[in-house]
């Protein structure tokens, strides 16, 4: 069964860093495109990055120049370096990914529906999440 585990979530001071990981389990995740969500209380599960299978990294904009994507192969694993987190970046961090989600299919994404909807409903499995907390 395909797994994928959070980790790294935190209470962390506006300004500071961390450093998030998405461990895959039973299944190669180099070979497929993973993305990062986030959730604030009471709001939409927003995409915020993505990294394709080919290694190209998308960022949406509040987080583009702050967050860096990364995927480390030999641990199967995804990581997310988040800086200059602002009290606005609190979250449920979230890790999916969609098996057929192309570089092509990805920017046509982006493209016509923005991180939202279109982008979150075709993911094929989700992580559990893990909550990352900004204070001033």
């Known amino acids: 069964q395909v797994r994928l585990m959070e980790s790294g979530g935190d209470l962390v001071q506006s300004g500071g860093s961390l450093k998030l990981s998405c461990q895959a389990g039973?299944?190669?995740?180099?070979?497929?495109?993973i993305a990062w969500f986030r959730q604030a209380p009471g709001k939409e599960r927003e995409g915020i990055s993505c990294i394709s299978a080919n290694d190209n990294v998308y960022y949406e904009d509040s987080v583009k120049g702050r967050f860096i994507i990364s995927r480390d192969r030999a641990k199967n694993t995804v990581y997310l370096q988040m800086n200059n987190l602002k009290p606005e970046d609190t979250a449920t961090y979230y890790c999916a990914t969609d098996f057929e989600l192309t570089d092509s299919r990805l920017r046509m994404i982006l493209q016509n529906s923005g991180w939202n909807t279109g982008f979150r409903t075709g993911m094929d499995y989700w992580g559990r999440g893990t909550l990352v907390t900004v204070y001033q």
């Open positions: 039973n299944f190669n995740s180099e070979n497929f495109a």
